[in-house]
């Protein structure tokens, strides 16, 4: 196994125009086997979708009461999720044999990254006791900011 301290950074890619979401999983899944065959590096993308929800693996049908826009079942974790324009997505692609695997920690590691960077711009994100994503205390009301979505094969990661 290679050592984390010989894992380089990842690329960066930023859509600067929303992308159809099947485009995306196209491109997000031929990256993440060249990554685990050995023939690309790791990614992380942040773009924009034209508005959809995506459905995890723990999406309900009737938990979603207005489809006015199009449904897309994914094979990530998680519920319904809208995505649309001004909303930033970040796919990221992690080889998780050269860094560590556990799902459970690339999970907590993510959601850290994502505190972090709230927190650069003065906001305060925090984890929630029994809930999922990263969340701000606004008053007396609280505000998801991020929701996690990830899935994981041949230890590569991809969604986010």
């Given at each position: ?15 600067d ?106 906001v ?35 969604f986010?």
């Open positions: 196994m290679v050592s984390e301290s010989l894992t380089l950074p990842p690329d960066w890619k930023i859509s125009s929303p992308v159809p979401y099947p485009e995306a999983v196209d491109l997000m899944g031929a990256r993440a086997a060249a990554i685990a065959d050995g023939k690309a590096g790791e990614l992380v993308w942040l773009l924009e979708h034209p508005p959809i929800y995506t459905a995890g693996t723990s999406a309900k049908d009737a938990d979603l009461l207005d489809a006015r826009f199009p449904v897309y079942r994914t094979g990530r974790g998680g519920q319904f999720t809208y995505h649309g324009p001004g909303q930033r997505v970040g796919y990221v692609m992690l080889d998780l044999k050269t860094r560590k695997p556990d799902v459970r920690a690339y999970v907590q590691d993510l959601e850290q990254w994502l505190i972090e960077a709230l927190a650069l711009f003065n305060k994100g925090e984890r929630r006791e029994g809930r999922v994503g990263i969340w701000v205390q606004r008053g007396l009301r609280e505000d998801k900011v991020a929701a996690l979505g990830v899935r994981i094969k041949r230890w590569v990661t991809f986010g």
